[in-house]
C-alpha cells in the first residue's frame, strides 16, 4: 500500500546547542505519523540519535558554527528518509570501523550505521553535501 508522504523540512542556524532540540523534534514527528505498537518507542529513538549525531557532525564539520543546515525527514512507503544537508567539506563513509573507547571522536558515524539501514553521502555541483539515512519500518507498521 502507498501511503501519501508526510514530510518535514527545517533550516536551523549552525549551533551546536541546538542538535538536541532537532533529535527531539525528529523523534515527535516519526511518533506522531507511524504507528506499530510497542516498536515506535525504539524506532523514534533510533531515529532521534541518528539525527543528532548527524546534525552534530554537519554542524562541527560542515558549517562550523558560521552558517546553517538543512534537515528533511520524509516518511514514504513504510521508509524514513533523513537528509542532513550543509556546506561543508566532505565526509568519506568508506571506512567506518568500530570506534576506540578511549577516544572521544568517530562515534557518531559508527552510530548511525548500526541503528539506520543504510547510509550515503554525496556533494552537489553547487557545493552543498548531503548526507542521507534510510530507516525501512516493519511490515506491521502503518504510516498515517
Known amino acids: 500500500m502507498h501511503t501519501k508522504p508526510s514530510v518535514m523540512e ?22 506522531s505519523i507511524v504507528r506499530n505498537g510497542g516498536e515506535i518507542q525504539d524506532l523514534a529513538f533510533k531515529i532521534n540519535l541518528a539525527l543528532t549525531e548527524a546534525a552534530s557532525n554537519a554542524i562541527f564539520y560542515g558549517c562550523k558554527n558560521s552558517e546553517h543546515i538543512r534537515i528533511k525527514i520524509e516518511l514514504d512507503n513504510n521508509t524514513i528518509n533523513i537528509e542532513v544537508i550543509d556546506k561543508g567539506g566532505g565526509l568519506e563513509l568508506s571506512d567506518i570501523q568500530k570506534p576506540d573507547p578511549f577516544d572521544e571522536r568517530g562515534r557518531g558515524l559508527y552510530i548511525i550505521k548500526q541503528f539506520m539501514d543504510s547510509i550515503d553521502y554525496h556533494q552537489n555541483p553547487d557545493g552543498e553535501c548531503v548526507f542521507t539515512m534510510k530507516k525501512y519500518i516493519t511490515t506491521n507498521s502503518q504510516i498515517i
Open 10 to 31: 527545517l533550516t536551523v542556524p549552525g549551533n551546536i546547542k541546538l542538535v538536541s532540540a532537532l533529535g527531539e523534534t525528529a523523534e515527535l514527528f516519526v511518533k
